[in-house]
């Protein structure tokens, strides 16, 4: 039996946007993960911080592609998805029309899913080497990202909500620093602390996804670290 393929969430989807992270106004370290700046319970740090993974008989689904099990697949990591690729590309356009390539690939792949693990590091994977194809294909060049509506202060104030306007605006800036240091980081550097903090996956994870070994993972964290610590001391000196 021949399966078209199915719609993927596009631009016009309700969770287009990546999610916006409210940093906590406490004195933060500058050299502390993204994760830990962040604070508050729920916030990634490692694999406990990403949801849990469908069940072996959704993942069944999934690889026997059935429509409604990859719909459900794609609604469930869609966001994770979108927020890696945009962090990583930069650029909207660009964020939007890779992660439609993803799920595509996700789609045409779904007989590689192993139904007995967690499906979020092989996401990872595509995601990240479909980023990789484009960095190498020449097509797209990297560019400094321009303002956008999750990049005004004000209007993620407003987003972030509460009855306190100062204490909204002094979180939505802290956000938008770390935001902008992980955006100047190297794409090595940037892609580990994203599949780290953002993503959940823990160093063995990110070495299968970067194709490195364990220790090289940890080492690579550690300099990202480093390095964006600097940054923020500079950015908040």
Same mark, same amino acid.
Request: with cysteine; proline share 8%.
């Given at each position: 039996m021949v399966f078209e393929d199915p719609p993927v969430p596009g631009p016009t989807h309700p969770t287009q946007n990546p999610a916006i992270r409210v940093i906590h106004s406490g004195n933060a370290g500058a050299s502390a993960s993204p994760a830990a700046a962040e604070g508050g319970a729920g916030a990634p740090g490692g694999p406990q911080g990403r949801?849990?993974?469908?069940?072996?008989?959704? $993942?069944?689904?999934?690889?026997?592609?059935?429509?409604?099990? $990859?719909?459900?697949?794609?609604?469930?990591?869609?966001?994770r998805v979108y927020g890696l690729v945009f962090h990583l590309l930069g650029e909207r356009a660009a964020a939007e029309d890779a992660t439609q390539e993803v799920f595509l690939k996700v789609h045409r792949a779904a007989a590689q899913l192993d139904p007995a693990r967690d499906p979020a590091p092989w996401l990872s994977t595509i995601a990240y080497n479909t980023c990789r194809d484009l960095w190498r294909s020449g097509a797209y060049r990297m560019s400094k990202r321009s303002a956008s509506v999750e990049q005004d202060p004000a209007v993620t104030m407003r987003l972030a909500g509460g009855d306190d306007p100062e204490r909204a605006l002094l979180t939505a800036e802290r956000e938008r620093l770390v935001r902008d240091a992980i955006a100047q980081l190297p794409e090595p550097l940037r892609a580990v602390v994203l599949l780290y903090d953002y993503q959940g996956l823990n160093h063995q994870e990110i070495a299968e996804v970067l194709r490195v070994n364990h220790a090289a993972a940890r080492k690579r964290y550690s300099r990202a670290l480093a390095a964006l610590g600097k940054l923020l001391e500079e950015k908040l000196a």
């Amino acid at each position: 039996m021949v399966f078209e393929d199915p719609p993927v969430p596009g631009p016009t989807h309700p969770t287009q946007n990546p999610a916006i992270r409210v940093i906590h106004s406490g004195n933060a370290g500058a050299s502390a993960s993204p994760a830990a700046a962040e604070g508050g319970a729920g916030a990634p740090g490692g694999p406990q911080g990403r949801p849990a993974p469908p069940s072996r008989a959704e $993942l069944e689904r999934v690889r026997a592609r059935d429509p409604q099990a $990859l719909g459900a697949f794609f609604e469930r990591y869609f966001d994770r998805v979108y927020g890696l690729v945009f962090h990583l590309l930069g650029e909207r356009a660009a964020a939007e029309d890779a992660t439609q390539e993803v799920f595509l690939k996700v789609h045409r792949a779904a007989a590689q899913l192993d139904p007995a693990r967690d499906p979020a590091p092989w996401l990872s994977t595509i995601a990240y080497n479909t980023c990789r194809d484009l960095w190498r294909s020449g097509a797209y060049r990297m560019s400094k990202r321009s303002a956008s509506v999750e990049q005004d202060p004000a209007v993620t104030m407003r987003l972030a909500g509460g009855d306190d306007p100062e204490r909204a605006l002094l979180t939505a800036e802290r956000e938008r620093l770390v935001r902008d240091a992980i955006a100047q980081l190297p794409e090595p550097l940037r892609a580990v602390v994203l599949l780290y903090d953002y993503q959940g996956l823990n160093h063995q994870e990110i070495a299968e996804v970067l194709r490195v070994n364990h220790a090289a993972a940890r080492k690579r964290y550690s300099r990202a670290l480093a390095a964006l610590g600097k940054l923020l001391e500079e950015k908040l000196a």
